[in-house]
C-alpha cells in the first residue's frame, strides 16, 4: 500500500494534513448556515391575482376562469387549484417532481401574462411565485403604543422597518395591523349640486393640482438648473383651500362643498400580543441565509431600537422559530459529541489499551470534523439531517481503524515486530479489506441520492454526508491510523489486573459464541426457518405501524390558524380572536402568544396566532395534550 507507506515514512506531513483538515473544518463549521431542515425547492408556484371590490363570484369567474384555462397549457402539472374571496383570486400549480421549479415558475409567468390582456381592465396584475418554505415569516417583533396610533404607526415605518431591513440576511419585513395615513375628503351632495358640480369634477380638480412635475431648465453660459412646480399640498389647511371650480360667478373651494379630514386608511387588518394591540413586524430571511445568525442579528437591533423608543412605546420579539433551531441544534451536537466520547469508551473497554484506544478514536473528529469542509463547499447547511448523517457516521468511521489498529497489534504482540514494520505489514494484509468495506458502504449510500420525491431531495443530503464521512474515514484508516500505530503501539511483556479480567470476559464471550455458531451449522435448515419466520413476523407487523414524514416534537410552541365564515367584518372577526386569546390565557403552560388578522394577504375574516409555551421541564403537560385542550374548547 504505497499510500499507508509513505505515511508511516512521513509522519510530519500526515500530522499537518490532519491539522489542516481539522482547521478548516472548525472554520467550515463556523461559516455554515444552521437550520431545521435542508432548503428543498417544492415543486409548487402560486398566482395571485386582485380586483379590489369584486365579490368572490365575479373573481372566480372572471379572473381564475381566465388564468386557469391559460395555466392548464403548461406540460408537466400535475395538479392546478384554485381559491376565490372578495376581491382576491390564489391558484395553486403543483408540478411533477422531476420538473425544474424555475424554469416552470417561468412557464406559468410567460401563461399569466399571455392571458392577463383577458382579464378585466380594474385587476391588478397577478403575482407569480414559487413556493418557498424559507420564504415565511421566520420571527415577528411587535410594536405598541399608549398614545396615539398615528405617532406609532409613523415611527414603525420609518424607523423600525428601516432599521429591520438593514439587518445582513433580512430579506423583507411585512407589516400588519398598520395602516397609512390618508386624507379623506366627505363630500356634500347637496352642496355639490348647488353649485353644478359632481364627485368626478373634484377628482379631476384634486388630481390636477395636487402634484409636482418637473418645470424644466434654466440654462446660461456657466451653469444650467432644473425647475420643479411645487404643486403638492402640504397641509390640511392648504388642500381645504383648493379651487375646485372658478368662473365669473366667483371661486368654490374644497372647503366649500366638502369635509377635509386627517385620519388613516380604513382598519383591514391587527396585530396583537397577549391582548396588547399593536403594529405586528414579520421578518423574512434572505434564501440561503443562516437562521440562526439572522435572528440572533434582528435581536441586537431590537435591543439598539428599545434604547432610543419614545416615552410610551415598547418593542419586543413576539415570536422567534431560530429558537427551537438553536435548541435542536445544540441537543444534536452535544448528542453527537457523548456519542463519539461513548465509541471511544467501547473502543478502551475491548482493546484496554489507552494508546491503541487514542489512536482508533483519531478516526472520529478527523472524519466529522474533515466532512464539514466537503459539505460547506456543497451549500449544505447544519441542520438536522446532515447532523443525523454525521451521528450515524460515528459507527462507521471508527471501523476502519480498529480494523487496521488490531492487525497491527497482532504483529506486534505475537511476531514481535517493531511497530514500524509491523504497521506496514498490517495494512498491507488488511488494505484491501478495509477498502472493500468502504466502498461497500458507498455503494449502499451513494444511490439514495438519486432517490426521487421530495424524501428523496432530503435524503440526498443525508446519503452524501454519510458518503463524504465514509471517504474520509477511508483515507485517514489508511494514512493516520498506520502512522500513529507505527509512532506509539509498543510491544508490552506483562499486562495488569483489568487487562487479565477484561480478557478473561472476551474469551468466556467468544466460546459462548462459538458454541452457539456450533449448534446453528449443526441445525441449519431450523436455524434458516427461524431467520425467515422472523422475517415474515416483521413484514406483518409493518402495516400496523404508523408512518409519519417526520417524528413529532414538543417544540414548546404551536400556530392556530383561524376563520370565520365568509362576509365576517373585521370588527365580528375581533370580537372571535379576543375569545380565543381569553382562551390562550387561561391555559397555564402558555407564557405569551401573539395574533395577526388579515395580514399577510389573508382576508379580514382570518388569521393566524402563534403560542410560545413554557420549557418542557416547566410544565406537566406536553405541547399536543395543551393543543388538543385548545381545540377542544376553542
Not at 71 to 91: A, F, K, M, P
Not at 150 to 156: E, G, N, P
Not at 348 to 360: D, E
Amino acid at each position: 500500500m504505497f499510500i499507508s507507506n509513505t505515511a508511516i515514512s512521513r509522519p510530519v506531513t500526515v500530522i499537518l494534513l490532519t491539522a489542516t483538515i481539522l482547521l478548516f473544518g472548525f472554520l467550515s463549521l463556523r461559516d455554515m448556515g444552521v437550520d431545521l431542515m435542508p432548503e428543498v425547492d417544492l415543486p409548487i408556484a402560486t398566482v395571485t391575482a386582485t380586483w379590489p371590490g369584486a365579490d368572490a363570484e365575479v373573481m372566480d369567474s372572471d379572473v381564475a376562469d381566465v388564468l386557469e384555462r391559460e395555466i392548464n397549457t403548461i406540460e408537466g402539472i400535475d395538479s392546478l387549484q384554485s381559491s376565490s374571496s372578495e376581491g382576491r383570486t390564489r391558484i395553486v400549480v403543483e408540478f411533477r417532481i422531476e420538473r425544474d421549479i424555475d424554469v416552470a415558475t417561468q412557464d406559468v409567468r410567460d401563461a399569466v401574462n399571455l392571458a392577463q390582456r383577458r382579464l378585466p381592465r380594474d385587476v391588478d396584475p397577478p403575482v407569480v411565485q414559487k413556493v418557498d418554505l424559507g420564504g415565511q415569516a421566520m420571527m415577528y417583533v411587535t410594536l405598541s403604543s399608549e398614545g396615539d396610533y398615528r405617532d406609532a404607526a409613523m415611527y414603525a415605518d420609518e424607523v423600525v422597518r428601516e432599521r429591520l431591513q438593514t439587518v445582513l440576511g433580512v430579506g423583507a419585513v411585512q407589516m400588519g395591523g398598520f395602516r397609512e395615513r390618508e386624507i379623506r375628503v366627505w363630500l356634500e351632495p347637496r352642496t355639490l349640486e348647488a353649485y353644478g358640480l359632481t364627485p368626478a369634477d373634484v377628482g379631476r380638480a384634486i388630481q390636477a393640482k395636487h402634484m409636482e412635475m418637473p418645470g424644466g431648465r434654466i440654462e446660461n453660459y456657466e451653469r444650467e438648473q432644473v425647475v420643479k412646480v411645487m404643486g403638492e399640498y402640504a397641509t390640511v389647511e392648504e388642500l381645504r383651500d383648493l379651487v375646485v371650480h372658478a368662473d365669473a360667478g366667483g371661486v368654490v373651494r374644497l372647503s366649500d362643498i366638502a369635509l377635509v379630514t386627517d385620519g388613516a386608511e380604513d382598519l383591514r387588518s391587527l396585530a396583537r400580543r397577549n391582548g396588547v394591540p399593536g403594529i405586528g413586524l414579520g421578518i423574512q430571511r434572505q434564501t440561503g441565509a443562516n437562521t440562526v445568525a439572522v435572528a440572533n442579528a434582528v435581536r441586537a437591533e431590537v435591543e439598539a431600537l428599545r434604547e432610543g423608543l419614545p416615552e410610551g412605546m415598547n418593542i419586543e420579539v413576539a415570536m422567534d422559530q431560530s429558537e427551537y433551531i438553536q435548541r435542536t441544534v445544540n441537543d444534536t451536537l452535544f448528542d453527537l459529541f457523548i456519542g463519539a466520547v461513548l465509541a471511544a469508551l467501547v473502543v478502551l473497554l475491548f482493546l484496554h489499551n489507552f494508546r491503541m484506544a487514542f489512536i482508533s478514536v483519531m478516526a472520529i473528529p478527523t472524519a466529522i470534523i474533515g466532512s464539514f469542509v466537503a459539505i460547506y463547499f456543497m451549500g449544505f447547511t447544519i441542520n438536522m439531517v446532515t447532523l443525523v448523517a454525521l451521528a450515524l457516521a460515528i459507527g462507521i468511521v471508527i471501523d476502519d481503524a480498529i480494523v487496521v489498529l488490531e492487525n497491527t497489534f497482532r504483529h506486534v504482540e505475537q511476531f514481535g515486530k517493531g511497530s514500524i514494520q509491523a504497521a506496514r505489514d498490517a495494512v498491507t494484509e488488511v488494505g484491501p479489506a478495509v477498502i472493500a468495506s468502504a466502498s461497500a458502504l458507498l455503494a449502499v449510500f451513494l444511490p439514495v441520492a438519486f432517490m426521487g420525491g421530495i424524501i428523496g431531495r432530503i435524503f440526498f443530503y443525508l446519503a452524501m454526508t454519510v458518503a463524504v464521512a465514509v471517504a474520509i474515514s477511508l483515507i485517514a484508516s489508511l494514512t493516520l491510523t498506520p502512522m500513529l500505530c507505527s509512532r506509539l503501539l509498543k510491544h508490552q511483556p506483562s499486562h495488569g489486573k483489568v487487562y487479565n479480567v477484561l480478557e478473561w470476559a472476551f474469551r468466556s464471550t467468544e466460546s459462548f459464541y462459538r458454541r452457539s455458531l456450533d449448534t446453528a451449522l449443526r441445525f441449519r435448515w431450523h436455524t434458516l426457518a427461524a431467520a425467515v419466520g422472523v422475517f415474515i413476523a416483521g413484514m406483518a407487523l409493518l402495516p400496523f405501524m404508523e408512518t409519519t414524514f417526520q417524528t413529532d416534537a414538543d417544540e414548546s410552541r404551536f400556530m392556530v390558524q383561524y376563520e370565520f365564515p365568509t362576509g365576517t367584518s373585521i370588527h365580528r372577526s375581533d370580537e372571535g380572536l379576543r375569545r380565543l386569546e381569553a382562551l390562550m390565557n387561561e391555559q397555564p403552560e402558555v407564557e405569551s402568544f401573539m395574533a395577526i388578522l388579515g395580514f399577510g394577504g389573508r382576508s379580514v375574516n382570518s388569521g393566524m396566532m402563534f403560542v410560545n409555551l413554557a420549557r418542557p421541564h416547566e410544565r406537566e403537560a406536553d405541547q399536543f395534550e395543551v393543543m388538543a385542550r385548545v381545540r377542544e374548547q376553542a
